[in-house]
């Protein structure tokens, strides 16, 4: 079982830059893939970056993801935000021995508020 904590989120001016966190606890990352995901109120959720083991990414422009397996925690960049970017984002794992980082995630984080207004 991985519990996922989501931080960072908060109010960005459009065109600025935010990272979020997502630290894990009850297992240790190296093994999983992550991704983050954003859902606005009467859109499906939607995949913004994701990432296995071996560091293969996918991410929508304007956004980075990372991971710090030492330290078991995920991050995204998000640059030049824009106020369609404006969502809950959330932080996800799966397992997945080929690493392939589309389908069904297991666990999920409660989610974190990004704002993007001036």
């Known amino acids: 079982q991985v519990q996922l904590v989501e931080s960072g989120g908060g109010l960005v001016q459009p065109g600025g830059s935010l990272r979020l966190s997502c630290a894990a606890s009850?297992?240790?990352?190296?093994?999983?893939?992550m991704a983050w995901f954003r859902q606005t109120p009467g859109k499906e959720r939607e995949r913004v970056a994701a990432?296995?083991?071996r560091g293969t990414r996918s991410v929508k422009a304007r956004f980075t993801i990372s991971r710090d397996n030492a330290k078991n925690t995920v991050y995204l960049q998000m640059n030049s935000a824009k106020p369609e970017d404006t969502a809950v984002y959330y932080c996800?794992?799966?397992?997945?021995?080929?690493?392939?980082?589309?389908?069904?995630?297991?666990?999920w984080g409660q989610g974190t508020q990004v704002t993007v207004s001036s």
């Open positions: 996800a794992a799966k397992v997945s021995d080929s690493g392939d980082l589309g389908g069904a995630y297991d666990y």
């Open positions: 990432i296995n083991w």
């Open positions: 009850g297992r240790t990352l190296g093994t999983y893939v």
